[in-house]
C-alpha cells in the first residue's frame, strides 16, 4: 500500500492592513512591538503597510520562544495543517504528548518539537510577518491600538490574543 505524502507546511495567519510600532521605555532597555490601525506620532512608526500576522505556540518553561507550527504529525499517524493543525493542538494536543509540532521558532530556526514541550495553556505569542512566505517575523506584538468600530473588521483570532486599545495614550506597558 502506498504511503500517504507529507503535505506542505501552512502555518495560519491572518492579514493585517496598518502600521507596526516599536516603543521603547525611556532609557531604551525594552522595546513592544504594537499594531495600530492608525497613524501614530512621528517619530514611533516602524513599518506600514500589509502583513501577515501568524501565531506561535510558547515552549513550556521558556515563554519567550514559541514555534508557529506549519504541520502537525499526531503519534498515531495523521498529518494536519492549518487550522486543523491549530485546533487539534489547542483542543486535542495535551492528549497526544507525542505528537510533533513542524514549524519555526519565532526567531526563524526550523523547528521539529513534542506537544509534550509547549504550553497550551498560556496566550499564543502573536508575529507579525512581512508577508505569507517570511519564517522570520518582524517582531513580537503585545497590543493592538485601534477604536471599537475598527476592530471589529479584523480578525477575531487577532483580537481574541491581543488586548485593545483605542488609542496610543491608552495603552501603558508598565
Given amino acids: 500500500m502506498p504511503r500517504p505524502q507529507i503535505p506542505q507546511r501552512q502555518p495560519i495567519g491572518d492579514s493585517f492592513s496598518g502600521v507596526v510600532l516599536k516603543i521603547e521605555n525611556a532609557n531604551k ?7 495600530a490601525s492608525i497613524t501614530t506620532p512621528t517619530g514611533i512608526t516602524h513599518l506600514s503597510g500589509e502583513f501577515i500576522i501568524r501565531y506561535g505556540v510558547r515552549y513550556l518553561g521558556k515563554p519567550h520562544i514559541s ?10 499517524g495523521d498529518m494536519m495543517t492549518g487550522e486543523m493543525a491549530w485546533e487539534f493542538i489547542y483542543k486535542k494536543g ?10 519555526y521558532r519565532n526567531d526563524g530556526v526550523d523547528e521539529m518539537i513534542s506537544m509534550k514541550y509547549l504550553d497550551t495553556v498560556i496566550p ?7 508577508d505569507g512566505v517570511a519564517t522570520v517575523p518582524i517582531m513580537p506584538i503585545v497590543a493592538l491600538i485601534a477604536p471599537l468600530e475598527v476592530a471589529q473588521k479584523m480578525p477575531s ?16 506597558p508598565e
Fill in 94 to 103: 495535551l492528549a497526544f504528548p507525542r505528537t510533533d509540532v513542524l514549524g
Fill in 29 to 35: 532597555t525594552q522595546s513592544w512591538g504594537l499594531l
Fill in 124 to 130: 499564543p505569542q502573536v508575529l507579525v510577518f512581512p
Fill in 67 to 76: 514555534v508557529v507550527p506549519g504541520l502537525v504529525a499526531s503519534d498515531y
Fill in 157 to 172: 483570532r487577532l483580537l481574541d490574543y491581543l488586548p485593545r486599545f483605542d488609542t496610543l495614550e491608552e495603552w501603558n
